[in-house]
C-alpha cells in the first residue's frame, strides 16, 4: 500500500533562517506531488505542484521553492523565513495521469517563525 | 473553472443527531468531488468521492454524500453524531481546466464541526 512521509513534525524557526521540508511518498510510482499551506483562518493554499522529477509549477508568488530530486521526494525550502511563512504546511501525492484522483495526506509539519 | 463552496464555517450538533455539512460546487464539465476531514494537527483524510458512477456516495466513519446535479451540490451526513466527530471537513472539486492529469483539487474554506455531549 501507499504512504507518505513528512518531516519535521513540528519546528521553530528563527526570522531569516533557511527552511527544508521534506516529503516521500512509498509504494507508487510517478505520483504528482503537492504542497500546501494553512495559515490559521484561510483554509488550504496551494504552494508547488510537481508531475514528475524537476518539473514544478509554482500557484502563488511566494519565498518559498520546491525541489523534486526524485520521483518520490519532494522538498519545500526557503533561504530566508519570514514570519509569514508560519503555518501548518501539508504534502500530498495523487496517482498520475488519471482524472478524477482523490490526493492522500502526509501529517503535516507545524512552523512557527520566531 | 470550478469551484466550491461550503456554506456555514462552523456547524454544532448534539450527540447522536444528524450532521449536515454543505457543499456546492460549480463545473463546467461533470465535475469529481471529494470529501476529506482534518483532525487536529493532523493532515487531511478522505471521507469518500464522487466519480459519477452513483449519486450516493458513501464513505468511511459511516458518513455519506448525495450528488445532486440539479442543486449543483453535494452535501454530507451522518445520521447520528458521534463525539469522535468533531473536526474539520473540507469539499473539493477536481480542477479540470489543465485536463485533469496534474490531480489538482480546488478545495472549500473547510467547516468546523463540534458535537456537544
Known amino acids: 500500500s501507499q504512504t507518505i512521509h513528512q518531516w519535521p513534525a513540528t519546528l521553530v524557526q528563527p526570522v531569516g533562517s533557511p527552511l527544508s521540508l521534506e516529503c516521500t511518498v512509498e509504494g507508487t510510482s510517478n505520483p504528482n506531488l503537492y504542497w500546501y499551506r494553512q495559515a490559521a483562518g484561510r483554509g488550504l493554499q496551494l504552494l508547488f505542484y510537481?508531475?514528475?522529477?524537476?518539473?514544478i509549477s509554482s500557484e502563488v508568488p511566494q519565498n518559498l521553492s520546491a525541489s523534486r530530486p526524485q520521483d518520490r521526494q519532494f522538498i519545500l525550502s526557503s533561504k530566508k523565513l519570514l514570519l509569514s511563512d508560519s503555518g501548518f504546511y501539508l504534502c500530498a501525492w495523487s496517482d498520475f495521469g488519471r482524472e478524477g484522483q482523490p490526493q492522500h495526506f502526509g501529517d503535516g509539519t507545524r512552523l512557527s517563525i520566531l | 473553472a470550478q469551484s466550491v463552496t461550503q456554506l456555514g464555517s462552523h456547524v454544532s450538533v448534539s450527540e447522536g443527531a444528524l450532521v449536515l455539512l454543505r457543499c456546492n460546487y460549480s463545473s463546467s464539465v461533470p465535475p469529481y468531488l471529494f470529501w476529506y476531514v482534518q483532525y487536529p494537527n493532523q493532515g487531511l483524510q478522505l471521507l469518500l468521492k464522487y466519480t459519477s458512477a452513483a449519486t450516493l456516495v458513501k464513505g468511511i466513519n459511516g458518513f455519506e454524500a448525495e450528488f445532486k446535479k440539479s442543486e449543483t451540490s453535494f452535501h454530507l451526513t451522518k445520521p447520528s453524531a458521534h463525539m469522535s466527530d468533531a473536526a474539520e471537513y473540507f469539499c473539493a472539486v477536481s480542477d479540470q481546466d489543465y485536463g485533469g492529469s496534474q490531480g489538482n483539487l480546488i478545495f472549500g474554506k473547510g467547516t468546523k464541526l463540534s458535537v456537544k455531549p
Open positions: 510537481s508531475v514528475g522529477i524537476g518539473q
